[in-house]
């Protein structure tokens, strides 16, 4: 009888994640950080208080109230952009070098050093990671980036010097403000020279600067997207955080409420789903390769490049929760992720909470953003 009745009770995604996240802890962590219980009876007691629905750290106390990526220990963030020209550049600085893997899925990607995160390839750490404006023109920030690091000894050793190692991807938005001022290796080096560990500015911002979302109509029916940021924090100890661009030809929703937040808008300016115009239009309207959502995750769990590269695939299901649709021939989808290290836990757990993270991530994102060169924000539409 117990057990049916378990079965029969929903769960909101929060309650699921708490109780997904206790069990996982259970699973994956030393019994020597399960508040001094042997290991066997702290497995135990995790197990029947996630399923009792009493886990320790409440499903709204693991999102950290204005948590950015940079809770994530040994991660900065730093942010440069031009308000006039919509467009900028986010960098991630990895205080010791990381583990990354990495994971494409849209189909007009602009990346930089993503072979070389390749499990079965030499280079183990990156020191900073790159999303940027600008289209592939905006790619040149991450030399700005290397630059800065090199004078300070920071990158891989070759003997002669070092070479710093920054991975990058790109948003398409010159097509926004002027398509003529695009992130330079200026723009990078000032970025990565202001890194700090404050908390990380969302909206228009940094790569986010110039983004916009909701294009399957055409851009003039589109809204203004932006950058987000978000954390959440496990009684062990582990962090895991996100800070993600978010320019996509989709629509952005909640994945909490299900409310559309952002998308295409008709002729009285409010937002209609995307799957309607899909079906009403016989050719898109945006030009493939014009859209793209980039993001970093990252956490503080001890993982190699093999198992950085599973949490970055992961990672994407939280684009699938919140872009509708996404990973699109329109798009360039691609996730980083980075392990700073000093907690166990499982790939399964990291990837997971990295999904979720991600998701809030988009949706801070918009939420944050200001309505620009004429097209309203969500702050804009939900003020009406």
């Not at 208080?49 to 693991?62: C, I, K, R, V």
């Not at 994530?72 to 986010?90: E, R």
């Not at 980075?338 to 999904?355: K, R």
């Amino acid at each position: 009888m117990y057990d049916q009745e378990m079965d029969n009770r929903s769960y909101s995604r929060r309650e699921f994640l708490t109780k997904a996240a206790m069990l996982g802890l259970a699973a994956a962590v030393p019994g020597s950080l399960l508040a001094g219980a042997d290991p066997v009876s702290a497995q135990e007691s995790a197990a029947s208080q996630a399923a009792a629905g009493t886990a320790a750290a409440p499903a709204d106390n693991l999102f950290q109230p204005g948590g950015t990526i940079v809770d994530v220990p040994g991660v900065k963030v730093g942010q440069m952009q031009d308000l006039k020209a919509m467009t900028g550049c986010t960098v991630v600085v990895l205080e010791e070098g990381s583990p990354c893997g990495v994971d494409v899925r849209g189909s007009a990607p602009g990346t930089r050093e993503t072979d070389l995160l390749n499990p079965i390839n030499m280079v183990e750490k990156v020191n900073a990671i790159v999303l940027t404006g600008g289209s592939a023109f905006g790619l040149d920030s991450a030399s700005g980036v290397m630059r800065f690091l090199e004078e300070q000894g920071i990158g891989h050793p070759v003997g002669v010097g070092v070479v710093p190692i920054v991975p990058a991807a790109v948003i398409f938005d010159l097509s926004f403000g002027s398509a003529k001022v695009r992130p330079d290796q200026k723009m990078g080096y000032e970025a990565a020279k202001i890194a700090s560990k404050n908390p990380v500015k969302q909206g228009n911002a940094g790569a986010g600067t110039g983004a916009t979302v909701g294009k399957l109509a055409g851009g003039k029916r589109a809204m203004k997207g932006g950058l987000g940021s978000a954390s959440v924090r496990l009684p062990n100890g582990l962090v895991v955080g996100a800070v993600v661009a978010v320019n996509a030809v989709g629509q952005v929703q909640d994945p909490v409420t299900g409310e559309i937040l952002a998308g295409a808008r008709d002729d009285q300016g409010q937002i209609r789903d995307a799957l309607s115009w899909m079906i009403e239009q016989s050719a898109p309207p945006v030009p493939s390769g014009t859209n793209t959502t980039i993001a970093v995750v990252a956490s503080n769990a001890n993982l190699n490049k093999t198992q950085a590269n599973k949490v970055a695939q992961m990672a994407h299901n939280g684009l699938a929760k919140s872009i509708f649709p996404v990973h699109t021939m329109s798009d360039g989808d691609t996730i980083f992720a980075v392990a700073t290290g000093g907690v166990d836990a499982s790939v399964n757990l990291v990837g997971t909470l990295s999904a979720e993270v991600l998701a809030a991530a988009v949706v801070n994102a918009i939420k944050a953003a200001e309505g620009a060169e004429g097209l309203p924000a969500y702050r804009d539409l939900a003020s009406r």
